[in-house]
Structure formats: structure tokens, C-alpha cells
């Protein structure tokens, strides 16, 4: 297991509008090129990316910091960056 910490993507939220029923995967590592989507660059990290399935269609706001509690959606935590 590696001990490496997820790096910022972006010091805001990330809204998309998702479609019901749909499977995505959030990049925890920070790493991914198509944020905040995973693209496989985690490989190696230690860091795994996180499920979301839509329930429905909505906007949602994932977290873009890689820091939140709430993981996959953002809870504020980018407000605490320096």
C-alpha cells in the first residue's frame, strides 16, 4: 500500500450534469487528465478511484480538490487550501 497523497485537480467543484442510471468513476488521485472523471493514471498510486452511480438526472458538484470527506461530491474542504 502506498502512502501517496491525491494532488489538487482544481481549487473548485466540478458541476456536470449526469444521466440516471449511468456509472462513473471520480478520480481521487487528482492525477486523471479527464477530470473529474478517472482515465486510469491512478495506476501506482496506492489511490483508487470512487463509484457514483446517478440515480437520476441532476447536476452534481464533484469535488475537485481530492481533499473532501464526502468523497465523491465536494463538502467545501478547497475553502481550507492554502
Not at 488521485?29 to 491512478?42: A, K, L
Request: with cysteine; hydrophobic share 30%; net charge positive.
Amino acid at each position: 500500500m502506498s502512502d501517496e497523497k491525491p494532488v489538487v485537480a482544481s481549487k473548485t467543484p466540478f458541476s456536470v450534469l449526469v444521466e440516471a442510471g449511468k456509472n462513473y468513476f471520480w478520480c481521487a488521485c487528482g492525477r486523471s487528465q479527464s477530470q473529474p472523471f478517472c482515465d486510469g493514471t491512478h495506476k501506482g498510486t496506492g489511490i483508487t478511484p470512487v463509484k457514483y452511480e446517478a440515480r437520476k438526472k441532476e447536476w452534481v458538484w464533484f469535488c475537485g480538490c481530492k481533499q473532501t470527506g464526502n468523497a465523491p461530491f465536494c463538502d467545501g474542504s478547497h475553502k481550507n487550501l492554502a
